[in-house]
């Protein structure tokens, strides 16, 4: 018999625009965005992590009754430990049980790993239900709350298993910020001097301003309203840029990695005992070391960036601790690998990137080249 083929034809064209609310005390914008349109009429979940729901499950289930609107409330144990399929199951068969179903809005309340799971949730959840954002966490501002990465680790990879899903809104809530560590603060100024370093030299300035010439404590900072909603604002606008031109990372989307090649395999390296936040400032600085070195940046791009860094207290050298066979292993490239390249995105200067042959946003290394540079650098 002589197979047939034939075309299911299906061109979609979706418009996923949403907007990004900053600001303080958000719990009645939240309850307004969750009246628009056709959110207004579906029952409300508003998932949150253990932490969190002490913090902010009240108010806004208060907020909410005060509109007439029930929200069930469901909490999970906090932590990246917990960004499992498993706990992901788990809250799925406690919205089945309460009887949600497909006319539910959630309600993401946390930091990165709550709007990466409970994201998640929300795209596979009777086939995809709307979510919205409630970011209570400078890293998920800086970096998580843009882009529509949603994801459960694995125990062979983080963010392994996922989907792109994007929020119906995204609540940047400042006064979440005032309960935040020193540490967390740190955390998610590493992710916000990577992105005025790649994109925007004007932003940088100010934070120089703030940090370096100031001397702003993270205390400080995240009561410094107007420096706060500046952070908050250029950190989503800048993710929002890159994304917008290439929703599913094939080229421009890359440059976001800036810092990350380094960053994300001296995090693992180090058996994740060092922040996300800290690798990508160590991981940026020795970028522009080696951009340096091949004539990309200058050597004041490369101090100003280790003066920022290290006026907010993020380390921007190598811990002697680490060994570079165990970054070079984390890249995918262990003793026994012998050539092969790493693909890096490098800096042009603050606030701009290099683009390369083609229009490409990341050059290919020679590994050998990275091994020895990392080497030096472990030893200086
Ligand atoms: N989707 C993306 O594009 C993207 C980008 C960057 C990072 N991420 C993910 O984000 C996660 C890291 O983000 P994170 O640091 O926000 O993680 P997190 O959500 O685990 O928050 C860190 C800790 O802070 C607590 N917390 C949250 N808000 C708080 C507040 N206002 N005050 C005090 N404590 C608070 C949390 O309970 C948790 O214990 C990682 O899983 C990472 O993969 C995702
Ligand atoms: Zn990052």
């Given at each position: 018999m002589k197979a047939t083929e034939f075309t299911v034809e299906l061109v979609r064209q979706v418009d996923e625009s949403y907007p990004i609310v900053v600001g303080r005390g958000l719990e009645s914008n939240l309850v307004d965005v969750a009246g628009r349109g056709e959110l207004a009429g579906r029952r409300i979940a508003l998932i949150t992590d253990s932490n969190v729901r002490e913090l902010v499950a009240d108010r806004i289930v208060a907020e909410f009754a005060a509109a007439g609107r029930t929200v069930g409330v469901i909490e999970f144990p906090a932590g990246?430990?917990?960004?499992t399929r498993a706990t992901k199951e788990a809250i799925e068969d406690e919205l089945i049980a309460r009887g949600f179903g497909r006319d539910t809005l959630i309600i993401a309340a946390g930091g990165g790993v709550v709007t990466d799971l409970v994201g998640f949730v929300a795209a596979t959840f009777t086939r995809g239900v709307p979510y919205i954002s409630y970011v209570t966490t400078l890293l998920a501002a800086a970096d998580a709350s843009v882009g529509g990465k949603t994801a459960v680790d694995t125990p062979a990879a983080t963010n392994l298993i996922g989907a792109f899903h994007q929020p119906r809104a995204v609540l940047i809530d400042l006064?979440?910020?005032?309960?935040?560590s020193d540490a967390q603060i740190r955390d998610g100024l590493g992710e916000t001097i990577k992105h005025g370093c790649l994109a925007d030299s004007e932003f940088f300035g100010v934070l120089e301003d703030a940090?370096?010439?100031?001397?702003?404590s993270p205390a400080k900072f995240v009561n410094d309203d107007g420096l706060a909603q500046l952070t908050a604002q250029r950190n989503c606008e800048i993710k929002r840029d890159f994304v917008t031109s290439d929703v599913f990372e094939g080229n421009r989307r890359m440059g976001l990695n800036l810092g990350h090649t380094i960053g994300r395999a001296l995090e693992a390296a180090m058996g994740y005992t060092m922040s996300h936040g800290e690798c990508v400032a160590v991981g940026t600085a020795l970028q522009m070391r080696l951009g340096w070195s091949f004539g990309y940046c200058s050597e004041s791009d490369v101090e100003r960036f280790e003066a920022l860094a290290g006026a907010i207290g993020l380390p921007f050298r190598l811990p002697a601790s680490v060994s570079v066979d165990a970054i070079m292993a984390a890249m995918?490239?262990?003793?026994?690998?012998?050539g092969g390249v790493i693909r890096f995105v490098f800096q042009k200067g603050i606030g701009d990137l290099m683009v390369f042959e083609d229009g490409a946003y990341a050059r290919p290394v020679d590994a050998e080249l990275i091994r020895q540079f990392l080497e030096e650098q472990s030893a200086s």
């Open positions: 990246e430990i917990n960004k006064d979440r910020w005032l309960t935040l940090f370096v010439r100031r001397g702003l995918g490239h262990d003793k026994k690998g012998v």
